[in-house]
């Protein structure tokens, strides 16, 4: 097995969007979640929806919306002009593009690891004197933080698979828009390239199984943190 | 204390409305489950809010929907026991305890931690985890934590009703010298009759949503006699016993009461039902049960068909129950003399 230095550019890159896309996501995702769970309000289902839509959409077509959103006549695309950002076809852009399509994973996992927490806590937190953020920090957060890591680790892993979208929107530029997937696309289109594509793919699965036994192992040592 | 309440919520299905105001120290409220009694709970710790009206704590408004006021949960200081320990998972004893007090302001903090834990006698659990203490333990100190917010209202939602028999009675000494001691008022909601008796100076029966009536524990003890399967529960605290013959006399009234399942050292309490008591006109001599009291009639109640007989033995009372032909053919008046015999046996020790 080897790895061009090109292949060892996108294993880095595709790592650095991933975390990125996570980092990103979390708090919108923890926010979203605790609405979903903890608070009524007229339009629920819409929202539910609206989160879930990417887990069954095609990723070339949120890809495509992504574009015409940020591309040139898109608003978002003039807004960031004005402020500056060059944002399609550049590293940020996939980071984007990932973090719409593993948001639903992260909500779902957390937002499990909310409805699993009783109620009558956080009743018990609020009458005790605390402000509901004071509850939500002492008390939701702690409690769905299995949730959070589980959601997290998932979304960072299928973010590391992400190809639709991100070719769509920050297209297949070596060394700066070129991840993995998109390096093995490049390899398996060409008549030479099996064994680097091989190489790249050893290296996909590798870090899915890393990164499936760290949540494991991760939820494991929380749960018996938790009986103790 | 002073609690007013004036408010109404409708849900799909049941509505609440309810108009009353209450004063004391040691409050209840009582009712079947499903009659509104969390709900109400909740209105008044600010976890739900009513569709109109008011509430007052000692003129203090939690709710109004005249003045538009709505204090959060954590601005109105009114702590919940509730009926599972409902302690926090993920933090220790000790930071279960503290959770409430340090989020008091530090003038508003009159109860030591220390005085709590020695009145609550939680020095052994302060290190343990909370998913290793026993039912009874976790309901200590889910009071301990309630008590230690210094809450202006101490609300307990069935705190016993998750228990067994056993403890719930080893848990309501701790209950009153905890709201005795630190001189907390509390609201205490229950279902359960005996409870209120222990717990409560002044009732509040909530029936479908709506306030049936403002009662005293033992009146509505005495009004739930006939249905209730074992009677009016005569609850007596007895100490200081001498034992003879296998059996423990505790001094009663103007004589003693002579008890099988007793304990020599502390205060007991007892539990004898009203239709364990057998009435005499005239003395019977020779009788097998060993408590054979000389008392005079106070006071006669009807309660659904049944007599119910107030004896008066020395300051101290008991409410025997008779059907009407009996209390006819013995010509029962207040103010008559009667004996009245007990089993040795009759008498249960809740703790």
Known sequence: ?228 | MNLHIDIKKRFSGFSLEMKSSLSGDRMGIFGASGSGKTTLVHMIAGLTAPDSGEIFLDDHCLFSTRSGCNLSPEQRRIAIVFQQAMLFPHLGVKANLLYGYRRCRTENRKIRPEALVEVLNLQQLMQRGVNRLSGGEKQRVALGRAVLANPRLLVMDEPLSALDDTLRYQIIPYLRSVSEEFGIPYLFISHSIPEMQLMAEQVLVVEHGKLAVISTPDALARSGMAQSPRGYLNLLRLKTPAFREGLFHYPWGSGALIISDGKEEGESLFELSSRDIILFKKNPEAISARNLLKCRIAEMFDSDGRKGVVLESGGSTLVAEIVPSAAKELEIAPGSAMFAAVKASAFRRLG
Not at chain 1, 80 to 94: P, Q, R, V, Y
Not at chain 1, 101 to 129: C, K, N, T, W
Request: proline content about 5%; charged content about 10%; overall charge positive.
């Open chain 1, 1 to 228: 097995m080897t790895l061009t230095p090109e292949d060892l550019t996108a294993i880095l890159l595709s790592l650095k969007i991933a975390v990125s896309a996570t980092l990103l996501s979390l708090p919108l995702g923890f926010a979203t979640a605790w609405f979903m769970v903890f608070r009524n309000f007229r339009g629920k289902v819409l929202l539910e929806v609206l989160v879930n839509l990417p887990l069954t959409l095609p990723p070339v077509v949120i890809g495509y919306f992504l574009l015409l959103l940020f591309g040139r006549n898109g608003w978002g695309g003039a807004l960031l002009k004005s402020a500056g950002i060059e944002f399609i076809f550049t590293w940020k852009a996939a980071v984007v593009a990932s973090a719409t399509v593993g948001f639903p994973l992260l909500v779902r996992s957390i937002r499990l690891g909310m409805e699993s927490i009783d109620r009558q806590l956080l009743q018990a937190s609020r009458s005790l004197g605390a402000p509901w953020y004071d509850t939500l920090a002492t008390v939701v957060l702690p409690l769905s933080f299995r949730g959070v890591i589980a959601g997290s680790s998932l979304m960072f892993a299928r973010s590391l698979g992400e190809f639709g979208a991100t070719i769509i929107v920050a297209g297949n530029i070596p060394g700066v828009t070129q991840t993995i997937p998109l390096a093995i696309y490049d390899y398996a289109s060409s008549p030479t390239g099996t064994a680097m594509a091989l190489s790249l793919c050893a290296v996909s699965v590798t870090l899915s199984v890393g990164i499936l036994l760290l949540h494991e192992m991760l939820s494991k040592k929380l749960e018996t943190g938790r009986s103790s």
